[in-house]
């Protein structure tokens, strides 16, 4: 299963499935947190990886989402075709 999947079921209200991804998404040693508090989710992330350069993490929003711009994200078509995944 996908991390979209989860998405889905959260979106979908089906929490018994998501609850199901959640667990096996936990058992392979990923750390997960949801929010709706983007200013708190960032301040965690700072500070429980200050110092540690290396460190990976993301975010994932929807892409029909019309509020993220302003929270400084952008997702509408122009902005994301130029985007390109880092390797």
């Given at each position: 299963m996908c991390n979209s999947g989860?998405?889905?079921?959260l979106l979908d209200g089906n929490l018994i499935e998501a609850a199901n991804t959640v667990q096996t998404v936990l058992s392979q040693r990923f750390d997960m947190y949801v929010t709706q508090e983007l200013a708190m989710a960032k301040q965690c992330v700072r500070e429980?990886?200050?110092g540690q350069e290396d460190k990976r993490y993301g975010l994932l929003a929807?892409?029909?989402?019309?509020n993220l711009s302003i929270y400084g994200m952008h997702n509408d078509y122009n902005y994301t075709k130029n985007l390109r995944e880092r390797p």
């Open positions: 989860l998405i889905k079921y429980r990886h200050q929807s892409s029909k989402a019309k």
